[in-house]
Structure formats: structure tokens, C-alpha cells
């Protein structure tokens, strides 16, 4: 059943995005807000009635609970959404769907449609709101019908509106993370690419936010924060908060993106994390972090994920970093800003700066960086290593297969931070795992589920696996130079094979007549050649 109905979400889905398709809107920029949008506006209101109908038992015996709801008095009705849970968005009888579609034949309809959306986005907005690092705050819903033709604008929302009607989310409510993660990530598949340059945009492949999440999270705990300075969609963080339990940590983040902000957002209100949305802040980790403790100081936080952009152009902000008060926070140093190709600026190495001093003391981590970061020999890379070994805070590193993200051929690895692993570093080299495949244009390699446990067995038991994983010392890595290539550690085999006397003999008078023949050969071409270029002197 299950099954069943997820594949009717995505036919939903599938159906709006093909209302945006009949009206020009069809891959356009915008789309994405739409379907977003409407897919939340219809959440909320079926959330709302799967909850009133829990309170109020004749709301749930009654034909249409929607007009039995509107026969509450004004201090009933009121009375009902004050017991509400705290994530349920409060809603009007002129909010619901079905109001709208009772009054879509109404003039300027287009615009009761936006009206309605941006009354639920005032009345909810202390909760549903996202702030920004500048302080202002961006509400849940915008005026989508603008973005049509002013003359389509009715029609538009007309279509959006039927459509709506006669499906109920209410059946899904008690479903639990996997449902709707394979919902959110179909919903957005098509709107989480970089645009423009602007960070945190790619989706992180669920085996990796898995992988990330059950090698961090091998223990009970409880009232935990949750952390990821680059958080997207929030792919990392939802993992992360299952993993713990979603009523057991507090979820914080930050990205420069809006888009990211918006659908991260809607992953929080569908994996029931609501009480975590006041704490998603747009802007710039890197220049002005905003999460802060009652000190002013930069807040420390007991797990971090990231999967940060790997390069990217901060040279117009570049020379405000090297600040004195980032002298800890940015202990290896900055990217210098180079003569050419400012995009290609390594960003993550600020990132993982930033994450290192944002731990609290038991705090650990897991970050995303290119495969490259484990082994320069040279410069702040070199440098985050040390501070990771020479600190005793290195748990391990896992260097995945190549193309693991269909849309950059980047190999990556991930490296997870531990300040309370003062011994064994576990290394693994799970490039030759993976199937590959064809997504689009593009090659992309996927991990089989027995796969992704392998990896996450293998270092959560610390085990020595030929040509897979190694466990060092620290003391073993510094003598490495403090690489962190699993490969370089493997144990050079070389086989051998017992043989006779005469089968020696027999081999190397097989191998010295083999290097006759071919001197023998090398003679004959060089005479040709000499005798070939006498002719051509004497023409």
C-alpha cells in the first residue's frame, strides 16, 4: 500500500509539473517555486485536517469536514487550533482547498489564490519563516500566479486548484523518513543543480548521506544539536536526524542560497522537524556566520555535516576573512586570490576549517572533499591534516567511487572528525565499488545496499579488509607525511612460485632466444632503413 501511494505523490507531482509545462513554464527558472509551493500548501492543509479530525472526533465522522468545521463558533474554532502540535500550520476555513475550488469561478480568482497563500504564510510566519543573516525574514509561501501571463493567470491557478482537490495526503502522516525522503527527492530531482555558482546546490547521493549518518551515529543520544553550514536541500541533515531520532536533536544550518533555503524548509516540515525551522538561516557561513551562543562567540555543535562547494569565487570577500578574529577559526591559512579563474578558489578549505573549530568537545563531523584534499603534499591542505592527526581528532576517512555524484566527475572522500578518537585512524578505498550507469548525459556509479553496509561495517568495526580498508596510528600516518590514501598503506604482494632447476633453465633459454630473434630482427630493419636513405641521396 505504501508502495501504491507513493507512486500516486509522484503522479501528483508529475501533474503540476505538467500544468507548468501547458502554460510555458515547463524547465523554466521559476517552475520549481510553484511545485514546491503548491506541493506545501497542500501538505498543510491535509496536516491540518488529519489533526483537527484527531481532536475533534465528529469532524472526523462527518461527510466534509470542512463545512462541519466552518459551523464551529469563532471561540471553538479557536479553542481547536490552540491544541494543535506545534508543527501543524493554522489554518482558516477561506484557506482550505476545497474553498477555492467552491469560489474558482470568482473574478481576479488568480489573485485570491495568492491572497490565501500569503495570509497563511503571515499567520504562521513566527514558525514557518526563514531568517536571514540580515535579519529580515522570508515567508513560506510568495505569489506564485505572478509569475504567469497576466491573461492565464485564473486559468492557472483554476488547474492547480482541481487537481488538488480529490487528493489527500492524510493517509501518510504516521508514515515514517524513508517515505518521505524518496518523495522529496522526486519532487525536487529536477531543481537541485547548481545555478549560477551559488553553493550547497548539488543533492548528496543518499548512500552517501547514509553512509555519513551510520558511521557518526552509533550510540543513543539525546537533546544533541545538529549542524551543516552548507546545507542544500538538507539531504545530510535528515539523514543525520534519523539516524539520532528527529525528537532527540536540534537541527541548525545555514546556506547562501535561497532555493536551498526553501526546499530545505519543505524537508523539514515533511520529516516532521518543524520545531528546527527558526534555527535555517540564509547567508554566507563563510563571511558572517550567524549561529551564535549568549557570548557572541561562534556556537559549537555536537555533529556536523557538510558537503561543501569545493571551489568556488570569494575574492571579493577574500581579503575580509584574514581578520584577526578569524585567526583561529581559519588556522591554516585562506586561499589566496589567483590571476585567473577566481572560480576555481578552494572554498571547501574554508569550510573544513570552519567545521573543525565549530565542534563542541565530544562533537564529530563528517565533510565532503575532493580526493585530492587527502594527499597534497603542500599548503593548507597539508596543513587541516596535520591539525587533524596532531590533535588526535581524526576518525577516519572513506575515498568513494568515482562519478558517486552524476554531475561533477570530481572524485571525493569523506572524512569524518572525531575529538574523542584518540587512537586507530580506519582508511578505506571504496573506489572500485559501485555499479555504473547512465543518469541523463551523465555516468554516475551506484553503491548496492550490501555495499553501503560493507563500508559502514567495515569502519565501524574497525577491520582490516585486503585491498579495501587499513587501520593506522596516528604516528603511522605522520610517517606518511600525513596522507590519508588508504593505498598507500595496502602491503605491496609479490607472488611466487616454486619451481625446478630445469624449469628455470628452460624459462630463461625461452626468454634469450625470444631477445635473439629480436636483435636479430632490429639489425635487418636497420640495414633497410641505411640502404633506404643511400637512395634517397643519390636522386
Not at 17 to 37: P, R, V
Not at 330 to 351: C, D, E, N, R, T
Not at 385 to 401: F, I
Request: hydrophobic share 35%; glycine share 4%.
Amino acid at each position: 500500500m505504501t508502495i501504491e501511494f507513493q507512486t500516486q505523490v509522484k503522479q501528483l507531482i508529475d501533474s503540476l509539473k505538467g500544468i507548468c509545462s501547458n502554460y510555458g513554464l515547463g524547465n523554466d527558472g521559476d517552475e520549481y517555486k510553484i511545485i514546491t509551493q503548491v506541493f506545501l500548501y497542500k501538505f498543510l492543509n491535509d496536516k491540518f485536517a488529519f489533526e483537527v479530525k484527531q481532536l475533534n472526533k465528529d469532524l472526523a465522522k462527518a461527510d466534509n469536514w470542512q463545512k462541519a468545521i466552518e459551523k464551529l463558533s469563532d471561540e471553538d474554532y479557536e479553542m481547536l487550533t490552540l491544541q494543535l502540535s506545534a508543527d501543524t500550520a493554522i489554518l482558516q476555513p477561506q484557506h482550505f482547498i476545497s474553498h477555492l475550488f467552491d469560489i474558482q469561478n470568482t473574478p481576479d480568482f488568480a489573485k485570491t489564490f495568492d491572497d490565501t497563500l500569503m495570509d497563511i504564510a503571515i499567520q504562521n510566519n513566527d514558525i514557518f519563516a526563514v531568517k536571514t543573516t540580515g535579519a529580515s525574514k522570508e515567508p513560506l509561501f510568495e505569489r506564485i500566479s505572478e509569475i504567469v501571463e497576466t491573461a492565464e493567470r485564473n486559468a492557472f491557478c483554476k488547474a492547480i486548484v482541481n487537481k488538488l482537490v480529490d487528493f489527500s495526503f492524510e493517509r501518510i502522516f504516521n508514515e515514517k523518513y524513508d517515505f518521505y525522503a524518496t518523495i522529496f527527492e522526486y519532487l525536487i530531482k529536477d531543481y537541485n543543480n547548481d545555478s549560477g555558482g551559488t553553493y550547497a546546490e548539488y543533492y548528496t547521493p543518499h548512500a552517501v548521506a547514509k553512509i555519513m549518518a551510520s558511521i557518526l551515529v552509533t550510540e543513543k543520544v539525546q537533546n544533541v544539536t545538529c549542524y551543516d553550514p552548507s546545507a542544500g536541500s538538507g539531504t545530510l541533515l535528515m539523514n543525520l536526524a534519523h539516524a539520532i531520532g528527529e525528537d532527540k536533536c536540534t537541527i541548525y544550518s545555514q546556506d547562501v542560497s535561497k532555493k536551498s533555503s526553501k526546499l530545505l524548509r519543505l524537508n523539514l516540515i515533511l520529516n516532521n522537524l518543524v520545531h528546527s525551522l527558526q534555527n535555517v538561516v540564509r547567508g554566507n557561513t563563510i563571511l558572517s556566520p550567524y549561529h551564535k551562543d549568549e557570548n557572541g562567540d561562534l556556537q559549537k555543535f555536537d555533529y556536523i555535516v557538510s558537503n561543501p562547494p569545493f571551489k568556488l569565487d570569494f575574492s571579493e570577500y577574500r581579503d575580509d576573512l584574514d581578520s584577526k578574529e578569524n585567526n583561529e577559526r581559519f588556522f591554516a591559512g585562506i586561499p589566496k586570490i589567483p590571476a585567473k579563474k577566481k572560480s576555481g578558489m578552494a572554498i571547501y578549505q574554508l569550510f573544513i576549517q570552519h567545521i573543525m573549530y565549530s565542534l563542541t568537545k565530544n562533537g564529530k563531523a563528517a565533510v565532503v572533499v575532493p580526493t585530492g584534499f587527502i594527499t597534497a603534499q603542500t599548503g593548507i591542505d597539508k596543513k587541516i591534516r596535520q591539525k587533524l592527526v596532531d590533535s588526535k581528532m581524526l576518525t577516519g576517512v572513506v575515498s568513494m567511487p568515482s562519478n558517486i555524484f552524476a554531475n561533477t566527475g570530481t572524485n571525493v572522500s569523506i572524512v569524518f572528525i572525531d575529538k574523542n578518537n584518540t587512537r586507530d585512524v580506519v582508511l578505506i578505498d571504496a573506489s572500485n565499488l559501485g555499479t555504473k550507469i547512465k543518469e541523463g548525459k551523465n555516468q554516475k556509479t551506484v553503491l548496492s545496499t550490501a555495499e553501503e553496509e560493507q563500508i559502514i561495517n567495515v569502519f565501524n568495526n574497525k577491520k582490516v579488509v585486503e585491498d579495501l580498508s587499513v587501520v593506522v596510528s596516528y604516528d603511522e600516518i605522520k610517517n606518511k607525511n600525513y596522507s590519508l590514501s588508504a593505498g598507500q598503506y595496502f602491503e605491496v604482494k609479490i607472488e611466487y612460485t616454486d619451481i625446478t632447476a630445469e624449469e628455470f633453465d628452460a624459462k630463461m633459454n625461452a626468454f634469450q632466444s625470444n631477445l635473439d630473434a629480436l636483435f636479430a630482427e632490429s639489425k635487418k630493419l636497420e640495414k633497410e632503413i641505411q640502404e633506404n636513405l643511400k637512395g634517397l641521396r643519390y636522386e
